[in-house]
């Protein structure tokens, strides 16, 4: 039987909670304040809370939260921040926003993530924080990127775009370093109907500075203490994101069994390389990644077959023409590399079904069958 099996489909996610969405867009639009306000302070205690991280302060994305945690740690121009080369574009483009210059430290091949090894030997008299990602869901080795900061006096901004409500060793990722940045763009495991973002702190003092850096730097209306930011998050956004948490928990472990499923499928599939997840670790799955020596002719053939898979990420931030002025060359980071040239993301939404996920598996089975 011939199938379509998309990479994503939130029409299932929305089906299931339309009722109470509408429900609240409805009050919202009744009420029309729509920045800040009461739904907004409620998500920011459910995800700090959720994040076991004392504070939460919304934001307008993702990469706001980066820049925003970042500046918060005093990052600026002619400062130096370590981080992964081979992460979504907005991990470094937030760096450089503030001047300050990103220093790539190569990756892990099991897991993707910045291999802590790796990042000492970058350590200069400018080097000021350690930015890790959690890419795909799972957390980056924290235990030691935390000796490596505590031993240079660094600070740790985590990207947690990808990993909200992952686990390192029972800890919740964005409770772990200086400050968590999180977002909450559509295809992440909790997406909002648009852009949004959140930051997590440990000090009340973090929290009220974001507060103020996000409404123009002012403390008291007209009042600017700073040059800030407009970057806040909307109440009608919140609102959707609030229902959403109640089902998080549940997703994620529909996530975590399809893992398990394409596992047991695809065991021996050609050169197939299955996600790799820690033992210290609790993986979200926002990507089931695999990697194949043949990723390319794979994909070609998924694609005529109609089933979604996406390359998280071709191209190797050290190697984007936009970092040409960095003066990295092709060679420097070869696990990033070859990563790039491997990965290939399959459909893991929570809302897929195993018969979905049994016919993904076994056209994948049949491209290495044809390629013999
Ligand atoms: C999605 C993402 C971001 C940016 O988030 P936006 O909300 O899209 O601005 C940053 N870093 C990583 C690793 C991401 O996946």
């Not at 205690?45 to 939260?65: F, L």
């Not at 399809?258 to 993986?283: C, M, Q, W």
């Not at 979200?284 to 990697?291: A, F, K, L």
């Not at 053939?301 to 979604?308: A, C, Q, T, V, Y």
Request: net charge neutral; charged share 25%.
């Amino acid at each position: 039987m011939e199938m379509k099996v998309p990479l994503l489909d939130l029409k299932r996610q929305y089906k299931y909670i339309k009722t109470e969405v509408q429900a609240k867009l409805n009050e919202i639009c009744e009420a029309q304040t729509f920045i800040l306000g009461a739904h907004v302070e409620k998500l920011e205690s459910e995800i700090s809370k959720y994040c076991e991280t004392p504070y939460a302060v919304g934001v307008a994305s993702g990469t706001d939260a980066l820049i925003l945690a970042l500046d918060l740690a005093g990052i600026g121009q002619g400062d130096e921040v370590i981080t992964t080369p081979f992460t979504f574009f907005a991990t470094v483009s937030a760096i450089t926003r503030l001047g300050a210059k990103p220093v790539f430290a190569d990756i892990k091949p099991d897991t993707f993530n910045i291999d802590a090894d790796r990042i000492e030997e970058k350590i200069t008299k400018k080097t000021k924080a350690i930015l890790p990602v959690h890419l795909f869901g799972q957390a980056a080795d924290m235990d030691f990127i935390t000796e490596i900061a505590e031993k240079n006096s660094l600070k740790i901004i985590e990207d947690c775009a990808q990993a909200i409500g992952s686990k390192y060793k029972g800890r919740k990722v964005g409770s772990i370093g200086s400050a968590g940045a999180f977002s909450f763009f559509p295809s992440k495991n909790l997406g909002a109907f648009g852009d949004g973002g959140i930051i997590t702190v440990r000090e009340e003092g973090d929290a009220k500075k974001l507060k103020s850096m996000r409404m123009h730097g002012e403390s008291v209306k007209y009042y600017h203490d700073f040059i800030g930011y407009n970057s806040r998050l909307d109440a009608l956004q919140a609102a959707v994101l609030s229902i959403k948490m109640k089902y998080l928990g549940n997703w994620h472990e529909q996530r975590r069994e399809h893992a398990r499923t394409y596992a047991k499928f695809l065991d021996g599939a050609g050169d197939i390389v299955i996600p790799y997840e820690s033992s210290v670790n609790y993986h979200i799955y926002n990507q089931y990644t695999i990697r194949s020596g043949r990723r390319d002719a794979l994909k070609a053939f998924l694609d005529d077959n109609k089933i979604g898979c996406a390359i998280y990420y071709p191209v190797p931030l050290h190697l984007q023409k936009c970092f040409a002025y960095l003066g990295y060359k092709k060679g420097d980071f070869p696990e990033a590399e070859k990563a790039a040239a491997e990965v290939l993301s399959l459909p893991v939404f929570p809302e897929l079904t195993e018969d979905e996920i049994g016919y993904v598996a076994g056209k994948i089975i049949e491209f290495f069958k044809g390629a013999k």
